[in-house]
C-alpha cells in the first residue's frame, strides 16, 4: 500500500509561482511513477506531469511545458511540482498519483494504483 499526501496549493496572482509537493510512504518507490493531474470544476482531470521515480525521466502535457517542472527527492520519498508563469486557466485542485511505471507516458489515471487528497491551486487574474 502507497500513501500519498500533497501541499503546497494556495491563492496566487497570475504570472507567480507554486511548488506542490507529494510526499509518499508505504513501500520503495524504485518501481513507481509519479503523476500530477488536475481537475478544474465541470471538466475531466488532467493530465499534467508525469516523472518515473527511477533515472527520473519526465514527460509533460503541453499546455504546461516550459512552465511546470516535475521532480524528485529519493531521500524524502517526495515529489514536487513547481509551477511558475501562472494563468487563471491554471486553476484546479491538483492531485498526485502513484503507479508502477511500465511506459514514461503515462498520462492516463487509470494507469495510476494510488492517489493523494488533492490540492487547490487558485489562480486570480
Known amino acids: 500500500q502507497v500513501q500519498l499526501v500533497e501541499s503546497g496549493g494556495g491563492l496566487v496572482q497570475a504570472g507567480g509561482s507554486l511548488t506542490l509537493s507529494c510526499a509518499a510512504s508505504g513501500r520503495t518507490f524504485s518501481s513507481y511513477a509519479m503523476g500530477w493531474f488536475r481537475q478544474a470544476p465541470g471538466k475531466e482531470r488532467e493530465f499534467v506531469a508525469v516523472i518515473k521515480w527511477s533515472g527520473g525521466i519526465t514527460y509533460y502535457a503541453d499546455s504546461v511545458k516550459g512552465r511546470f517542472t516535475i521532480y524528485r527527492d529519493n531521500a524524502k520519498n517526495t515529489g514536487y511540482l513547481q509551477m511558475n508563469s501562472l494563468k487563471s486557466e491554471d486553476t484546479a485542485v491538483y492531485y498526485c498519483?502513484?503507479?508502477?511505471?511500465?511506459?514514461?507516458?503515462?498520462?492516463?489515471?487509470?494507469?495510476?494504483?494510488?492517489w493523494g487528497q488533492g490540492t487547490q491551486v487558485t489562480v486570480s487574474s
Open positions: 498519483a502513484a503507479g508502477i511505471a511500465r511506459i514514461v507516458t503515462m498520462t492516463r489515471p487509470h494507469q495510476y494504483d494510488y
